[in-house]
């Protein structure tokens, strides 16, 4: 069984840097892609970015140039490094993945959530 581990959340002040860190653990022969989403309190969840196997990465409008996802594939592990923390980046960040076993693809997997609190 495939589980999603995340870790790097926390309190940063505005202008401060926070790296995200999403391990895939169990039976995994490789990864089609990861990403981050996130949801603030009285909103939807929303992507924040995601990485495939052949490095092609989205992001959403509000954190281009600021955020970086990259992917390690020895390790099953995504990174999100976020720079230039606002106010507006407060919310839980759920890491996602599909990964393929070996013996099937296992889609829409989702972490537990990290916390993150953007505040002076």
């Known amino acids: 069984q495939v589980q999603l581990v995340e870790s790097g959340g926390g309190l940063v002040q505005p202008g401060g840097s926070l790296r995200l860190s999403c391990v895939a653990t169990?039976?995994?022969?490789?990864?089609?892609?990861m990403g981050w989403y996130r949801q603030a309190p009285g909103k939807e969840r929303e992507l924040v970015a995601r990485?495939?196997?052949?490095?092609?990465?989205n992001y959403a409008d509000s954190v281009k140039g600021r955020f970086t996802i990259s992917l390690d594939n020895a390790k099953n592990t995504v990174y999100l490094q976020m720079n230039s923390l606002e106010p507006a980046d407060a919310a839980v960040y759920y890491c996602?993945?599909?990964?393929?076993?070996?013996?099937?693809?296992?889609?829409?997997?989702w972490g537990q959530g990290t916390q993150v609190t953007v505040s002076s």
């Open positions: 169990g039976s995994i022969f490789s990864i089609n892609k």
């Open positions: 990485i495939n196997s052949v490095d092609e990465r």
């Open positions: 996602t993945a599909d990964v393929w076993t070996g013996r099937a693809n296992e889609y829409d997997l």
